[in-house]
């Protein structure tokens, strides 16, 4: 139950981010769809982030030391870029053009679930 939570939370985080940053797009005709989208690249997100962050931390915690864990933020974009290849390899209509769209897009669904996670308890 906690994981299905954790995945909707997740696409609402990253509906939240296709509707504020520009270059982060869902290409969908149907409301259907666009949902079905947003709940797999959530999979993918999570997957993403279960298995490289922690060698991404391990790997790289100088830099997170050097940077006061700035660096995080940096590494959440490339994690939500890395997410959209994924999804355009498995032909999903979401794209994350660029950088910078993943960057900003990675804060907005950074914030989002976190404030959804104090609404929704896990228990």
Same mark, same amino acid.
């Given at each position: 139950?906690?994981?299905?939570?954790?995945?909707?939370?997740?696409?609402?985080?990253?509906?939240?981010?296709?509707?504020?940053?520009?270059?982060?797009?869902?290409?969908?005709?149907?409301?259907s769809?666009?949902?079905?989208?947003?709940?797999?690249?959530?999979?993918?997100?999570?997957?993403?982030?279960?298995?490289?962050?922690?060698i991404v931390?391990?790997?790289?915690?100088?830099?997170?030391?050097?940077?006061?864990?700035?660096?995080?933020?940096?590494?959440?974009?490339?994690?939500?870029?890395?997410? @959209?290849w994924?999804?355009?390899?498995?032909?999903?209509?979401?794209?994350?053009t660029?950088?910078?769209?993943?960057?900003?897009?990675?804060?907005?669904?950074?914030?989002? @679930?976190?404030?959804? @996670?104090?609404?929704?308890?896990?228990?």
């Amino acid at each position: 139950m906690k994981t299905l939570i954790r995945v909707i939370v997740t696409a609402i985080a990253l509906w939240v981010a296709t509707a504020v940053v520009a270059g982060i797009n869902i290409t969908t005709d149907t409301t259907s769809k666009r949902i079905g989208t947003l709940l797999v690249v959530a999979v993918i997100f999570g997957l993403v982030n279960a298995f490289l962050k922690p060698i991404v931390k391990k790997v790289g915690c100088v830099f997170y030391i050097l940077t006061l864990g700035l660096i995080a933020l940096v590494v959440n974009g490339l994690l939500l870029w890395l997410t @959209s290849w994924v999804a355009k390899q498995l032909e999903l209509p979401f794209e994350v053009t660029g950088f910078w769209a993943a960057f900003w897009g990675a804060i907005v669904v950074g914030v989002v @679930s976190w404030l959804l @996670s104090l609404l929704v308890h896990d228990d």
